[in-house]
């Protein structure tokens, strides 16, 4: 037990160093400090950092020189935030506690499943700020691909829905939609919203930020209204119009699918388990009852055969229905993109074009829409199967869908045009002939290396779907980007690549 002369001993006096480390909590000490020497620390140790307010856990960094005193401990960002200590307040240190959940996660390297127990001990422990970015990989790492069986990815579900918190509504019937990912452009979200609210059903849509892809509905979203709403906004927002566009990070549903998704994204990689866990968890804790997935299949897209897209529909099926969700899995095309923007403010013009009805709307993404929109009409049985297209179509045709999605940015805080970028470059074709494949992710890595999506305005403009006709010289498409140096990134991939968009020349 420690005494008031051990407190003394291991405090040291805070500073905020501004060091953005993302979500990862880190201490700084001068290695030559009398904490560091009477306790051992080392670079990358785990340390309590304990206030009269506040605990946290923190990885530990070491600094050579003047940066500190031997009397001050900095802070990064991400771990000022969560300890919310005054400038120049006294916090005491001291070896953070051992992870016991830990074994179960290198039992499930070796092989072992991972019990409904373990599962619930590792998020929570995930969520309190326990592990480490190496040991978060390692989880994720363990669970990769199909790792996970039925069992533990239904135990995975419901550990992180409890960690976190759970929208209750008095309404009886909430709905929502959810795509799987993995394909450029495809921003339907936001019009089956519009479509499906103004219809009189409540839709209190939560979205994530991109995980691999150059756009998140999130990311979208936040180019056209604010999405950062603390959880009686966002009632208040559904309340009014019956639905919300909104970040779910914002409001902690679900907290640990947002750790999770930090690290997938740091590594490029999706696991098959933790993607069902992921959106039915967000569902569940968002109080939705029924929910439509949007599953694209295509070589290169997320779920690249109908092999995989079976197996992956019944866990969400399955899952869904042992956690209390009425899911519905639509298979939809994953051969090429969707719409003509990709990237946050390029997809939020095509989601603007649809809903304003103009002329040159990319038709797919239209037509993707509304058929989303009706199954949701047609699992919540407001419609028939054969009724719910033409409800969907007219909703949107008579201008009420965009009149309902300008309503809900205004309760959000107000709608504002996407920012355009200030440098463009055309990729051509260096033939003539006929769009016969396109790469979904080599296109996606364009907009990426563009700037997409840290980069709002970035992206690409795609000219060429599949099939069409073009003319040697003719532009396939275009990268946008926020600086020359993300221009020219982008441009060096695409000259390095030669089958980003493969065409099948003409006879002569």
Not at 18 to 46: L, N
Not at 153 to 180: F, N, R, Y
Not at 187 to 209: C, D, F, H, N, Y
Not at 486 to 506: C, D, F, G, R, S
Request: proline share 4%.
């Amino acid at each position: 037990m420690t005494n008031e002369h051990d407190h003394q001993a291991n405090s040291l006096i805070l500073k905020r160093l501004g060091i953005d480390t993302h979500q990862e909590a880190v201490v700084y000490m001068r290695a030559d400090c009398p904490i560091c020497r009477s306790e051992g620390f080392q670079a990358h140790s785990r340390v309590q950092v304990i206030t009269p307010h506040r605990t946290i856990i923190a990885t530990l960094n070491m600094i050579h020189d003047s940066l500190l005193s031997h009397h001050e401990a900095g802070l990064s960002e991400a771990a000022w935030k969560r300890l919310s200590p005054q400038e120049g307040e006294t916090a005491f240190f001291a070896h953070a506690p051992s992870v016991t959940s830990l074994s179960a996660v290198r039992a499930k390297l070796y092989g072992h499943r991972l019990s409904d127990e373990s599962l619930q001990a590792i998020i929570q422990d995930v969520v309190g700020g326990k592990y480490t970015d190496i040991e978060l990989s390692s989880f994720i790492s363990a669970c990769v691909g199909d790792r996970l069986d039925r069992q533990e990815i239904i135990g995975l579900t419901k550990a992180m829905i409890q960690a976190g918190e759970k929208i209750h509504w008095e309404h009886p019937l909430i709905v929502d939609k959810h795509s799987i990912g993995g394909l450029p452009g495809n921003r339907t979200t936001p019009i089956v919203v519009a479509i499906v609210t103004a219809a009189g059903l409540i839709m209190p849509k939560t979205s994530s930020r991109a995980i691999t892809s150059p756009a998140g509905t999130a990311d979208t979203m936040a180019t056209l209204t604010n999405i950062n709403l603390d959880l009686p906004t966002l009632q208040q927002v559904v309340e009014k119009e019956g639905g919300c566009l909104a970040w779910g990070g914002s409001i902690h549903l679900s907290p640990a699918d947002d750790i999770l998704i930090r690290i997938e994204r740091a590594l490029d990689v999706d696991s098959e388990g933790q993607l069902v866990a992921s959106i039915l968890s967000k569902k569940a804790a968002a109080g939705s009852t029924h929910v439509v997935i949007d599953m694209p299949v295509g070589p290169t897209a997320k779920v690249r055969t109908l092999e995989m897209a079976a197996v992956l529909k019944e866990h969400l099926e399955q899952t869904g229905k042992a956690i209390g969700l009425k899911v519905h899995v639509m298979m939809t095309d994953g051969t090429q993109p969707v719409g003509r923007g990709i990237g946050p403010a390029l997809e939020a013009l095509d989601v603007l074009s649809v809903l304003k009805r103009e002329k040159d709307a990319p038709q797919d993404l239209r037509e993707k829409s509304l058929l989303l929109a009706a199954k949701i009409f047609t699992i919540a049985k407001v419609a028939t199967q054969k009724e719910s297209y033409e409800m969907a179509r007219e909703i949107l045709d008579e201008g009420r869908a965009w009149i309902k999605f300008q309503a809900i940015c205004e309760a959000q805080g107000g709608f504002h045009f996407p920012q355009k970028a200030a440098f463009t470059h055309d990729v051509l074709a260096t033939t003539k002939g006929t769009v016969l494949t396109i790469d979904n992710r080599k296109l996606a890595k364009v907009a990426k290396l563009a700037g997409a999506p840290e980069s709002g305005s970035a992206g690409i403009v795609l000219h060429s779907p599949l099939k069409q006709q073009v003319e040697k010289g003719k532009p396939l498409f275009t990268i946008h980007a926020e600086t020359h140096g993300e221009l020219n990134y982008a441009l060096n991939y695409v000259i390095a690549q030669n089958n980003i968009i493969t065409i099948v020349q003409e006879a002569e």
